[in-house]
C-alpha cells in the first residue's frame, strides 16, 4: 500500500482475491459507492414521482419550442447526451447539450433550457437558469432541494424538481436523468411511458443483483470486466449512438473512480482513425512481441496493453435509427472484434437488452459503473475520496 504525498493512497497492482471478500470490499469502501450504484433502479422510481409532483404539464401549454437546451457538467450534462440519444433522429426539435456557463447567444422566448445540477450550485446550471429567465426561455431546473438552483427557479416561476442528494453525481445519473426525460415528454419530444420506467428501474435492480459484492467474480460481470480491465489502457467503443452514450459514461466512471486513463466514443469515429490504436506500441506492437511463455493474465509481463470494451446495440427494429443503418453498425461492430483478436488485444463485449431505449441503456450502463467501482476497490482506491478534484477546487477558488 502507498500513501502519496497528496494523501493519495492505494497500488499500482489488482488485488484480486480482495474482490471475493465482502467484509474487505466494505472495509475500502467506507463512503458506499456500491450502494449508490446499487441505487439506480430506486433513483429511477423516485424521481419519476418527485418530477410527477412538479407540474412538468405546464411546459406544454405554450407549443413544441425551437429548440431545446441542457445545462450542466459532469454527469449532469450526460443526461443532456441521454435526452439526445433517446428522442432519436426523427425527434422534431434540436435537442442540445451545453456544458458552458449561461447559454447559447441565440437562445431566447421560443426555447426551452433544462439547468441539471445535483448540488444544484453548479455555476454551469445557474448561469444557464438565469440567463434563460433574462432572455425570457421557458425554464426547468433538476438539482437538490432548499439549493440555489431551485431559488432560481422560483424567481422564474418555472417547474423546480427536487432530487435528493444521497449519492455523489457521478453514481446520480438516473436521478437526474429522468425528470429531464419526463420535461422532454411534457414538451411532446420523447415517448418515455411508465412501463418504460418500470421496467428499467427492474433492469437496474436486476443487474445490481448479478453485481453485488457478495456474488463472486467468476459469476459477477463486474468484478469478471474489472480484473480484465486491471492494468490496461481501456479503450471503450460504443456500435450505435445509444451505445456511445454509454460508452462516454464508462469513460467517466473509470477516470473518477478508478482513476484509469480511457478512451471512449463511437465506433464510427474510431474506424476513421482510433482504431489505428489496434495497431500501435500498446496494442499489436506489444502483443507482437509478448513473451509466449509469460502469464497471459499478468499485465506487468512484457508492460501495458489495450484492452478493448466494445458496447452492441443492435437497435429495437431496423426503422427505428434512420441516422445509420443498423446493418452497418452491426457489421462495423464484428469488423472491429476480427481486428482486435488477430492483433492479440483482448476485448471484452456487453450487448443492449431491452424493450425500448431506456431500458437498452440501462442494460449498457449498469454493469460497467459497477465495474469501475470495483477496479478502484481492487488497487486500494476510495472511489469516494477523489483528492486531485479537492485540490483542483481549492486552486482554482484562490
Known sequence: MMDGTAGVSGHRHADEALLDNPALLAERDPGGMLRFTASAGAQVRESAALAAEANLGVLGDDGRPRAVVIAGIGTAGRTGDVLATVAGPRCPVPVIPHR?????????????????????????????????????????????????????????????????????????????????????????????????????????????????????????????????????????????????????????????????PVVSGALGEAGRGRVGLLDGVFGGLAEGERDIFADPDDSDADGIRLRLVLLRDGGLNADDDTDEPLAVEERRADAVQTLAERRGVRCDVVTAEGGSALERLASLVAVPDFASVYLALAHGLDPMAVPAITEMKELANQ
Do not use: M
Open 100 to 260: 458552458s456557463a449561461g447559454v447559447p447567444g441565440w437562445v431566447g422566448a421560443a426555447d426551452v433550457v433544462i439547468a441539471v445540477s445535483a448540488s444544484g450550485r453548479s455555476p454551469e446550471a445557474l448561469g444557464a437558469a438565469e440567463a434563460a429567465h433574462r432572455r425570457g426561455a421557458r425554464l426547468v431546473a433538476v438539482g437538490a432541494p432548499d439549493s440555489q438552483l431551485q431559488s432560481v427557479a422560483e424567481r422564474a416561476r418555472a417547474p423546480f424538481v427536487p432530487v435528493p442528494r444521497r449519492a455523489p453525481a457521478r453514481a446520480s445519473l438516473w436521478a437526474l436523468t429522468v425528470p429531464v426525460l419526463l420535461a422532454a415528454r411534457a414538451l411532446g419530444l420523447v415517448k418515455v411511458n411508465e412501463a418504460d420506467l418500470a421496467e428499467t428501474a427492474a433492469r437496474l435492480d436486476a443487474d445490481a443483483d448479478r453485481c453485488r459484492s457478495t456474488a463472486e467474480s467468476f459469476v459477477n460481470p463486474a468484478k469478471s470486466l474489472a480484473l480484465g480491465l486491471a492494468g490496461s489502457v481501456p479503450i471503450v467503443w460504443g456500435s450505435s449512438p445509444l451505445a456511445t452514450v454509454a460508452a462516454r459514461r464508462f469513460g467517466d466512471t473509470l477516470s473518477a473512480n478508478a482513476r484509469y
